[in-house]
């Protein structure tokens, strides 16, 4: 995959603790989301293939802090349409919430496929609230259970049955782990938190686009 | 046949769910079978299995029997059989999830996948998604296969990126995996790969897969 032009702004609000980007061929980073850019934020940029008929692009997600870039994850966009290498206009977008949550997605302009990715703002191996104590942590986990909740307000009750359970349970137990002080559970139930409201995102995601399923075939 | 022995033989490690118990018999039981078309036909591997399977059969079910209840639904901090337990729910998760991205042991770190995969939890995808970039392929498989049984929807985009880097064992491990989740939830993409794959055997699974 490889960069071919810049395109997008975001709208305004607190900032990102490090600058988010894709690797490119060669093992290049191309920023895409500066540090220091306000949140929530959204941006995206424009690449193309590096071989003829390439299909498939997989897309690596990095995080850069200063000099140092460390993984965030990985996704495959597969389906983009046949052409010569720099032909294809594959559109990858990265969004970070006002909760750090990171939302990687990669679209296809010609045939119009999309693939996206949340991953969890812990996946970011050095979290920005590092040295700033329990309460910057335990803030973002109080924001995560009331989101937590008004999401699950609206997914079906009978066929998420198991998901909903698990969500109520997580709920449970990281108001305990708030009241215990105790960091290390505090970050754990906000991964579970984030990685939660990720399939959540995808359930509904899954709903939608069952329903408009006899169009996109069309 | 002693129980190390009938777990080798079945190609699982001794804590393996029922249900992984199940799926590793009927592929060797299809493959070995006197009459099987994979060319493997081989009357006494065959025995061997089957005397395997029902060495464990009666102990895997029982102790496996927890991790069904999380399946359907039931929570232990509803008032399970651990309501005395003194830890914190979450740690069971939690350790888990350290010992499969930090162990040395690729035994150890498929392990854990595998218990992830029977907890019930979809919060264990926090952890499994770590793994795909483990060098065994061995804890690959055990991942991808909780990922199916935890029935992951999140997990499409990263399992496409798995399989594009995976050898054949892998691949055929997320076709499963997709088989359980939905092909319908993003899958397709993987799917279209699976067709025009050099293996035989993926192509063959992903036709299947589209035909549903």
């Not at chain 1, 997580?170 to 409201?197: F, H, N, P, V, W």
């Amino acid at each position: 995959m490889t960069r071919v032009e810049a395109h997008g702004t975001g709208p305004r609000g607190t900032t990102a603790s490090c600058s988010l980007g894709v690797e490119i061929d060669g093992g290049g980073f191309v920023r895409i989301i500066d540090e220091g850019a306000p949140l929530p934020a959204h941006e995206s940029r424009f690449f193309t293939t590096i071989s003829d008929f390439q299909t498939a692009v997989d897309v690596h997600v990095l995080c850069g802090r200063g000099r140092k870039v460390v993984s965030v994850g990985r996704f495959l966009l597969s389906g983009i349409r046949k052409g010569r290498k720099g032909m294809p206009r594959i559109e990858i977008g990265v969004d970070v919430d006002a909760d750090g949550i990171i939302k990687a997605s990669a679209r296809d302009c010609d045939t119009g496929v999309v693939m996206e990715s949340v991953f969890p703002h812990s996946s970011l191996s050095s979290g920005d609230e590092n040295g700033r104590g329990t309460s910057a942590v335990s803030s973002r986990v109080f924001a995560l259970i009331r989101r937590a909740r008004e999401e699950s307000a609206s997914m079906g009750k009978r066929t998420h049955a198991g998901l909903l359970a698990e969500i109520n349970e997580l709920i449970a137990q990281s108001y305990a782990a708030l009241a215990s002080k105790d960091e290390q559970r505090i970050t754990g139930c906000r991964t579970a938190l984030e990685t939660l409201l990720g399939e959540m995102h995808a359930v509904r995601k899954s709903a939608g686009s069952r329903a408009r399923r006899g169009d996109r075939h069309g | 046949m002693v129980k190390a022995e009938s777990y080798r033989v079945l190609g699982l490690s001794p804590g393996a769910t029922f249900e992984e118990l199940k799926h590793a018999y009927r592929m060797l039981a299809k493959e070995y079978h006197p009459d099987s078309r994979s060319g493997k036909g081989n009357a006494l591997a065959f025995l061997r299995v089957e005397q395997a399977y029902r060495s464990l059969v009666l102990e895997v079910k029982t102790h496996s029997h927890d991790a069904a209840d999380a399946h359907t639904g039931r929570y232990r901090a509803a008032g399970g059989p651990r309501q005395g337990h003194r830890e914190a729910p979450e740690a069971d998760i939690f350790n888990l999830g350290r010992t499969l991205l930090m162990s040395r042991d690729p035994a150890a770190r498929a392990s854990a996948a595998r218990r992830l995969g029977a907890s019930g939890k979809k919060s264990s995808y926090a952890f499994l998604r770590k793994a795909f970039s483990d060098r065994e392929e061995r804890v690959l498989i055990s991942a991808v296969r909780a990922v199916g049984y935890l029935q992951i929807r999140q997990s499409a985009g990263e399992l496409g990126s798995l399989f594009l880097k995976s050898g054949t064992p892998v691949k055929r491990e997320i076709l499963s995996a997709i088989h359980r989740i939905g092909i319908d939830f993003g899958f397709q993409g993987i799917v279209s790969l699976g067709l025009e794959d050099p293996d035989h055997g993926v192509r063959s699974q992903a036709a299947r897969l589209c035909r549903g």
